[in-house]
């Protein structure tokens, strides 16, 4: 059959006859959306004319609410050009924006609408939302934080913009095989995004290698090399409930015509022919290409430098013109006014080479000197730092970056220098530290660029990512600076939009918070939520909030039966941990407690089991290809699973499930599904964390240490509400000495579990050398440096602890309902409204 078209009547197409294919692209009514989908089925087809399947059905709606969508974002666009208020642009290496089209429907607030549209044709909802692929555009929180902040940049109404890079294949798609994580290239773009538009009139050129050419007059000019073009794709970003639509620029790097060698293809060397158009294409191929060679280090160093330019060169052009467009007798335009039309966010060091980049265009492309353009660039770029993990602070080769971007190399030697000479002449009493602090570190063996010390030397503002962690930068890793300039550092705790991820992703949870709360007002206001403190002992509440938790939790069994084969029950409390695999977040401590609780089951009477509480345990998330630890963490959850969950004696009361290819979409399943979550990373190490505010938002329980966002969300919620354990953040470097100078004594437990995996009881797979990293007192892998061992028995209490809190019925949904009611400081929305007021300036400039 050509169709499975629910509805009789049907036209050959398979789209029903009584839904007439008419252009109706600002519908409200089913009936009017029906026709506008028909009409896309018909005349924007993608597919052969005989079907209306699914994926067909979603192509077809996709481009329906993109009508609209164009609709408003040339209104905004308008709007913003009309009013010329100052705009900030938001450059990140990644975007993790989940599928749009639920998104989309909901902050027009058209579910209701495009539900009936699509029953009318045959289809439901959820099936044709299904059909949707996530973006594969990020990796982890960096990417997801910077599409909650588009998602409240619109909402805000704030002139606001994303630049980041259109990635063919994203980072990988993971695959779970019987030798553990597999890669396969993502094939989101296989077929094409509904959502982007491209924009042939936006491209720009973009230069590597090549050298300096120095003129009589003393001007400098980068020519040579070769040229690539940058080639504009931009996503609408509705905002809720407003006709606000901003845009996510997306580059896409090419080749020209002329590049292509004619006559060296007609001669047999087809290679060498398109050589500029296949390096042109590795550009914008994969998201974080391997950098153990040069080639891979180049490819890296191109991918920055070419968000950046194209970044910067659109910004010139629309400001250029403005000003051009301007000289009609209202005042010339002057370069010193640019930081007062334009702040540029450089999300985490990924983008560094914005700041040389600047200076460039303006010296060498606009005129301007020195003093000038770093007047002007240092009042228009700031700073988000992420991480204080070492390996994550980039440090460029000086000798890839003179051969790639020879003139921005002369930039930063000259900032480094100038920098140094402030030093020497104000601060006489930092020249020892200056080794440390100055951009260059010129060692002989390994010359680098230090990112994070250009962007903190060239920026107005440097801004951490939570309390404690913006208290760590500016006591340990950034202290000297910030004896130079005090009032540069800045916290902006993180935040997570509340429309995808409660509004949107757990209807029965939202529509009684709305209906407790008398008003739908908190998906806009999240500190509203606190009002629901005073309903939590409420039976009647209680009851409502577990037959939802309830819903969600049934949900997640289909999705995880779906996804893996596994059954896994809803009455047993589901504990998740989902996030990059890597040892500082601490999988492994959570794999290890659950192999002691899988050997303590094993050895109780059926009588002692039925009094345990019975327990699914999700991990998920994806180990970098090259990151041989973290793949063996991910092995040995699944290998666990294998035994766990076909033991009979255990399986009702314990399962271990490995939840492949974790994304924005699997996260929407999850999280509202989750009772108990796990943000267990070692004290100090992970910056804020964002899935810990998702999983408290949604009522669940947490289990952890203090660190990053914790510390807020635990002080938000309460105490009693959050399942503490672990050594502080002070406490760690002791630890580590101590354990250096051999005076870590192993909990029994601790040394149980590890025998247990090196007793071959979960298959014959070698996991020595990931045992190995525990034991010894220091040394590369080894001494236990993320300290699971010291942290395990606080850990295991802890567990005991959700064990008994979770008998009690009443207690444990009391808790759940104070997680979501102390969740209102973690929008998005509150986030942005600081950096809008305390780092960008800029106003609300919203769409009539």
Not at 93 to 110: C, H, K
Not at 155 to 169: E, H, I, K, Q, V
Request: with cysteine; proline share 5%.
């Amino acid at each position: 059959m050509a169709t499975t078209s629910k509805v009789n009547g049907t036209a050959g197409s398979g789209i029903p006859e009584n839904v007439p294919p008419v252009s109706c692209p600002l519908a409200d009514e089913p009936t009017e959306i029906a026709s506008n989908i028909s009409f896309h089925a018909k005349y924007s087809p993608h597919f052969s004319p005989f079907k209306f399947e699914p994926e067909q059905a979603y192509f077809s709606t996709a481009e329906s609410v993109r009508d609209r969508l164009i609709q408003q974002w040339n209104e905004t666009y308008l709007h913003y050009h009309k009013t010329d208020p100052k705009q900030t642009y938001y450059l990140s290496m990644e975007y993790l924006q989940g599928r749009a089209l639920t998104n989309a429907i909901g902050n027009l607030e058209i579910q209701g609408a495009y539900a009936d549209a699509l029953n009318k044709l045959g289809h439901d909802l959820e099936e044709i939302v299904e059909q949707e692929k996530d973006a594969a555009l990020g990796n982890g929180g960096l990417g997801r934080l910077a599409s909650c902040f588009l998602d409240s940049m619109a909402t805000l109404n704030l002139p606001a913009w994303g630049y980041g890079l259109r990635y063919r294949y994203g980072l990988f798609k993971q695959r779970i095989t019987k030798d553990g994580q597999e890669e396969l290239a993502e094939d989101w773009l296989e077929k094409f995004s509904p959502w982007e538009i491209v924009r042939h009139d936006v491209t720009f050129p973009i230069r590597f290698f090549g050298h300096v050419e120095v003129h009589p007059s003393g001007s400098r000019k980068w020519v040579g090399g070769e040229l690539v073009q940058a080639l504009a794709y931009d996503v609408p970003i509705p905002g809720y409930k407003t006709k606000n639509t901003n845009s996510l620029r997306l580059w896409e790097a090419k080749a020209c015509a002329e590049d292509f060698n004619l006559f060296q293809f007609n001669d047999g060397q087809y290679e060498s022919a398109g050589q500029l158009h296949s390096r042109a294409q590795q550009i914008c191929a994969v998201l974080y290409p391997g950098d153990a060679t040069e080639s891979g280090k180049l490819l890296r160093l191109k991918q920055q430098f070419f968000l950046c330019s194209a970044s910067l060169q659109a910004r010139f052009q629309d400001i250029i013109f403005r000003f051009k467009e301007r000289k009609d007798g209202k005042g010339s335009w002057q370069w010193s006014d640019f930081p007062s039309k334009v702040a540029v966010q450089l999300n985490d060091t990924h983008p560094t080479l914005a700041i040389p980049e600047l200076m460039r265009l303006l010296m060498d492309e606009e005129g301007l000197g020195w003093d000038e353009a770093w007047d002007v660039t240092t009042r228009t770029v700031a700073y988000t730092n992420h991480t204080v993990l070492p390996e994550a602070l980039e440090k460029w080769s000086q000798a890839v970056m003179w051969k790639l971007l020879p003139r921005h190399m002369e930039i930063i030697e000259e900032i480094d220098k100038r920098f140094m000479a402030v030093v020497h002449t104000s601060r006489t009493d930092l020249e020892s530290k200056l080794p440390s602090m100055r951009i260059l570190d010129n060692n002989p063996q390994k010359p680098v660029v230090r990112m994070a010390n250009l962007c903190v030397v060239s920026s107005h503002t440097v801004n951490g990512v939570a309390q404690l962690h913006s208290d760590i930068l500016k006591s340990e890793l950034f202290a000297d600076y910030v004896s130079i300039w005090p009032k540069k550092f800045q916290n902006k705790t993180n935040g997570i939009t509340p429309r995808r991820w409660l509004r949107f992703c757990s209807p029965e949870l939202s529509s009684i918070i709305t209906k407790w709360l008398k008003t739908d007002q908190w998906v806009t206001n999240l500190d509203l939520l606190a009002g629901l403190c005073k309903f939590a002992d409420n039976e009647d509440l209680q009851n409502e909030w577990a037959s939802a938790k309830m819903a969600n939790k049934q949900r997640l069994a289909q999705y995880i039966f779906r996804v893996t084969g596994e059954s896994i029950d809803p009455n047993s409390l589901f504990d998740i941990q989902v996030k990059r695999i890597h040892e500082y977040k601490r999988q492994l401590l959570n794999i290890l407690g659950v192999i002691y609780r899988y050997k303590k089951l094993k050895g109780m009477s059926p009588e002692e089991r039925r009094k345990t509480t019975p327990r699914t345990v999700m991990i998920g998330g994806k180990a970098f290809a090259t990151y041989t630890n973290a793949k063996r963490i991910v092995k040995l959850v699944n290998d666990v699973g294998d035994v766990v969950n076909t033991d009979p004696e255990v399986n009702d009361y314990l399962k271990v499930v490995f939840v492949p290819n974790y994304n924005v979409s699997a996260a929407e399943m999850l999280i509202p599904g989750s009772e108990l979550s796990q943000h267990i990373s070692t004290a100090g190490m992970e910056a804020s964390g964002t899935s810990n505010m998702k999983f408290a938002l949604n009522g669940c329980l947490i289990i952890g240490t203090l660190d990053g966002a914790n510390v807020e969300i635990r002080e938000e919620i309460g105490e009693d509400n959050f399942f503490l354990f672990g050594a502080t953040a002070d406490e760690v470097p002791q630890l580590r000495k101590d354990r250096e100078n051999g005076l870590f004594k192993p909990d029994p437990r601790f040394e149980e579990a590890k025998q247990y995996v090196r007793s071959g009881a979960f298959g014959s797979y070698d996991y020595n050398p990931l045992l190995d990293s525990l034991e010894g007192n220091s040394g590369y892998g080894r001494g236990d440096y993320f300290l699971v061992g010291h942290d395990f028995p606080s850990y295991m209490d802890a567990q005991a602890r959700v064990d008994e809190a979770y008998k009690d019925r009443k207690r444990w949904l009391k808790m759940s309902i104070m997680s979501t009611a102390g969740s209102g400081k973690f929008s998005s929305d509150r986030t942005i409204a600081q950096y809008a007021k305390e780092i960008w300036n800029i106003e609300e400039c919203r769409v009539p």
